[in-house]
C-alpha cells in the first residue's frame, strides 16, 4: 500500500483532484448501488510542463448537470451527458467494475455540447480506474483525463 499511497499522493500534490490514500480504488458496485453523481470538475492531462489544466462543464440543457446514477440492483448505469439520455450495463469481477453496451438518445445539440457529450461518452467506455472517497467519486481515464463527480441525493421511487 505505501507505493500505491505514494503515487495518489504524488498525484494528489500535482492534479489537487486524487483523494487521499483511505480512498477506495475501484470499489465493488454494490457500495454505489442507488446512487447519483453529478460532474463537477474534468481535468485534462497534464501538459509539456506538467501542468493540469481543467476543461469547462457547460450546464446541460434546462441547466441539467451530466450525471450518472446507478441502479438499485447494481446491473446498470443511466444518466444526462449534457444534451442526451445514456444507459450502460455494469460488469464486475475481481478487478472490479467496467461499462459495456453504452447507448445514448441522439438528440442534435450545439457542436461544442456535441463534442462534450461525445468525450463523456468516451471516457465512460474507456476509464482505468475509478476511485472513491465519502461523496467524491474520480474517474480516471487512460488518457490521463480524470472526471471528478460529487454524490447527489437520490430521488425515492
Do not use: H
Not at 500500500?1 to 503515487?7: A, K, L, P, R, V
Not at 457529450?117 to 465512460?124: C, G, Q, S, V
Amino acid at each position: 500500500m505505501g507505493i500505491s499511497c505514494f503515487g495518489l499522493s504524488f498525484l494528489y500534490g500535482c492534479a489537487n483532484v486524487i483523494p487521499p490514500c483511505g480512498a477506495k480504488i475501484s470499489p465493488p458496485s454494490s457500495e454505489l448501488r442507488n446512487t447519483k453523481w453529478e460532474l463537477t470538475r474534468w481535468n485534462l492531462p497534464p501538459n509539456v510542463n506538467g501542468e493540469v489544466r481543467t476543461r469547462q462543464i457547460p450546464v446541460g440543457e434546462a441547466s441539467k448537470p451530466i450525471q450518472i446514477t446507478f441502479d438499485a440492483n447494481g446491473q446498470r448505469v443511466s444518466g444526462f451527458t449534457g444534451c442526451n439520455r445514456f444507459t450502460a450495463e455494469l460488469d464486475e469481477d475481481s478487478r472490479g467494475f467496467s461499462l459495456s453496451k453504452i447507448a445514448s438518445t441522439k438528440v442534435a445539440c450545439n457542436p461544442q455540447r456535441m463534442e462534450l457529450e461525445n468525450d463523456f461518452l468516451y471516457e465512460l467506455n474507456d476509464y482505468r480506474s475509478i476511485v472513491r472517497n465519502g461523496d467524491q467519486l474520480l474517474m480516471i481515464g487512460t488518457d490521463r483525463e480524470v472526471l471528478s463527480f460529487v454524490q447527489r441525493p437520490t430521488a425515492n421511487k
